[in-house]
């Protein structure tokens, strides 16, 4: 007898490894994936734009650094003091224009030099719905709090979504594998209704550029039928809890992690508890011999990873005897 539709994701044939470099982009929900990768010690680049939901906001800015043109001078505003750019998130924001304006450079070089060797990019996205800037005629990612009669409300179809990703992907030289996900947070600001329609839009937009080459990942399929129940969300009732979360990124392990990389985490996890861990007698020989313990298995760990950070801590920890 079953009590859930169990969602099983194929196996991929292309596997990520210890070394192999990963760059994630777009929701929140690519922060989740990309925070877990850099957790396990897997070379990430974690959305370094900050959150973009649409899809042509993620093309946009990955263009700016392939080509390394600056973001776009028309998009800079400034609210109670703080400056943003309409193309970026809000935590990348600056006291000035200028001081702004080095932020976002220096975060298009640092793209732009991870995607020259990155292997894998994985891209999250959120809303087909996007915000056209009027007095600029830009889409933008993000309206910083500006009245919303200052934009244009539109929703993206398939094509031109399927054919910006399809352009943008013809400037890669050299292999790169592209994943994508649609983010199972919806969007209730939209409306429920409006959020299907938006997130309907997406998955057949994923299809399309499967049915073109490129991987996708059914995340949101597994928190919406395989979980499929609020106890797997946080208390807002939107967003995914921590153990759907671990669920999710389970998943994506075993489809797309090679065996020496899963048998490396299943290790590395009990070194990250042991590390987490709060000694009940803290100045007793038996915490020393623990902590002795713990610097030989990071030391023997060395030679695959940099645990230079963790074996500070826990030298820190054996100078207090």
Not at 70 to 96: N, T
Not at 125 to 130: I, M, N
Request: aromatic letters at 10%; a neutral charge; glycine letters at 4%.
């Amino acid at each position: 007898m079953h009590f859930r539709t169990e969602l099983i994701v194929p196996e991929s044939p292309d596997k990520i490894t210890l070394q192999t470099p990963v760059l994630t982009l777009g929701s929140c929900f690519a922060e989740v994936i990309g925070s877990k990768l850099v957790e396990n010690k897997i070379p990430t680049l974690s959305n370094p734009f900050g959150t973009l939901f649409n899809p042509l906001s993620i093309v946009k800015l990955l263009h700016c650094s392939l080509e390394g043109s600056p973001p776009d001078e028309r998009l800079y505003v400034e609210h109670q003091g703080v400056w943003f750019h309409y193309d970026f998130h809000s935590s990348l924001w600056g006291a000035s224009r200028e001081e702004l304006r080095e932020r976002l450079m220096s975060t298009l070089t640092a793209v732009q030099q991870w995607l020259s060797r990155t292997e894998v990019l994985i891209i999250t996205l959120g809303t087909a719905f996007v915000y056209r800037h009027l007095e600029s005629a830009q889409w933008v990612a993000n309206c910083h709090k500006t009245p919303s009669v200052a934009f244009q409300r539109e929703l993206l179809q398939t094509e031109p979504i399927v054919a910006a990703f399809e352009g943008l992907f013809a400037k890669f030289s050299g292999p790169l594998k592209v994943i994508f996900t649609v983010s199972p947070v919806r969007h209730t600001r939209d409306t429920l209704p409006l959020n299907a329609v938006s997130k309907s839009l997406l998955r057949v937009a994923c299809h399309e550029l499967s049915e073109r080459g490129h991987a996708y990942f059914p995340a949101y399929e597994l928190l919406l039928d395989d979980l499929r129940d609020y106890r797997f969300y946080k208390s807002d009732l939107i967003h995914p809890s921590e153990q759907a979360e671990g669920y999710i990124f389970e998943q994506f392990a075993s489809a797309y992690f090679s065996k020496e990389l899963q048998k490396f985490i299943q290790e590395w996890q009990k070194i990250r508890q042991a590390l987490s861990h709060r000694p009940l007698y803290p100045n007793s020989p038996s915490h020393r011999q623990f902590l002795e313990h713990l610097v030989q298995k990071l030391h023997k760990i060395s030679t695959t990873i940099d645990v230079k950070k963790e074996i500070a801590q826990v030298q820190q920890q054996l100078s207090l005897f």
